[in-house]
């Protein structure tokens, strides 16, 4: 399990902040224990974008499932990968006042999942166009 190592009694062991500031947590963000927030991460993301992989290891097979349902695993393998690119680098738009991540990687998700979808169609549509026969057109 990553995150703050704990001691028997479930405080914190002392040592270097997992968060990168003072008292486990980021400056603005409602933390829970330790500062181990998707909020958290986001906003240590802004300093240290290494912290980013903190959302992707959290929620990134949430979202794959997700994904998968609906457009297979191949496809939805592309889809997580652009999801997360895409929170990436709207990370300093992340309402950090909300902890949890997976409403908005799960919107950013729909979104890449009904450009698929389009696009998708209108390849469809082109490639019927250019095989239907003379007579038809």
């Known amino acids: 399990m990553t995150g703050t190592p704990q001691q028997a009694s479930g405080s914190p062991v002392p040592g270097p902040d997992p968060a990168g500031e003072a008292g486990g947590r980021c400056a603005g963000a409602e933390a829970g224990v330790g500062g181990d927030t998707d909020a958290a991460a986001v906003l240590a993301s802004l300093q240290r974008p290494e912290r980013f992989a ?32 895409v929170a990436f680098e709207r990370r300093a ?6 902890e949890d991540a997976r409403p908005w990687l799960f919107d950013i998700a729909t979104r890449l999942l009904r450009r698929y979808h389009r696009d998708r169609g209108a390849a469809i549509a082109r490639s019927a166009r250019r095989t239907a026969p003379a007579a038809s057109r």
Do not use: C, K, M
């Open 54 to 85: 903190r959302l992707f290891d959290r929620h990134a097979p949430e979202i794959h499932r997700y994904l998968a349902r609906r457009v297979g695993a191949t496809v939805a393998d592309d889809l997580v990968a652009q999801t997360f690119l």
């Open 93 to 98: 738009a992340f309402d950090t006042s909300r």
